[in-house]
């Protein structure tokens, strides 16, 4: 069993920076791939970025992609995402979750068993 807790989010305005972080329990963190998705008012629940467990091996959504790092450290049980030149459209609900995934696909919602709440990132123009 894993348990995720999201932390971080809150108002920014436009071309703001956040961190966002996950604190996840369990001895096997690190065996885990982690993901970040957002969830926007209104709109399905959308995949941000996902880093595999080693760390070395990320994916970004393209329309992010050069606004995002995500990292990981595996001592700490955390997973993190920083989110630069923020724009009100980035406004949404940003969920942590993980898995073990060996041959699926880390940027569907339909592999991760383990889910965070959620943290509120507000963008004002």
């Known amino acids: 069993q894993v348990q995720l807790v999201e932390s971080g989010g809150g108002l920014v305005q436009a071309g703001g920076s956040l961190r966002l972080s996950c604190a996840a329990s369990?001895?096997?963190?690190?065996?885990?791939?982690m993901g970040w998705f957002r969830q926007a008012p209104g709109k399905e629940r959308e995949f941000v970025a996902t880093?595999?467990?080693?760390?070395?091996?990320?994916i970004y959504a393209d329309s992010l992609k050069g606004r995002l790092t995500i990292s990981r450290d595996n001592a700490k049980n955390t997973v993190y995402l920083q989110i630069d030149s923020l724009r009100p459209e980035d406004t949404a609900v940003y969920y942590c979750?993980?898995?073990?995934?060996?041959?699926?696909?880390?940027?569907?919602?339909?592999?991760?068993?383990?889910w965070g709440q959620g943290t509120r990132v507000t963008v004002s123009s």
């Open positions: 979750a993980s898995d073990r995934i060996a041959f699926g696909d880390p940027t569907s919602i339909q592999e991760y068993t383990y």
């Open positions: 880093i595999r467990w080693s760390g070395r091996w990320t």
């Open positions: 369990g001895r096997t963190f690190s065996s885990y791939t």
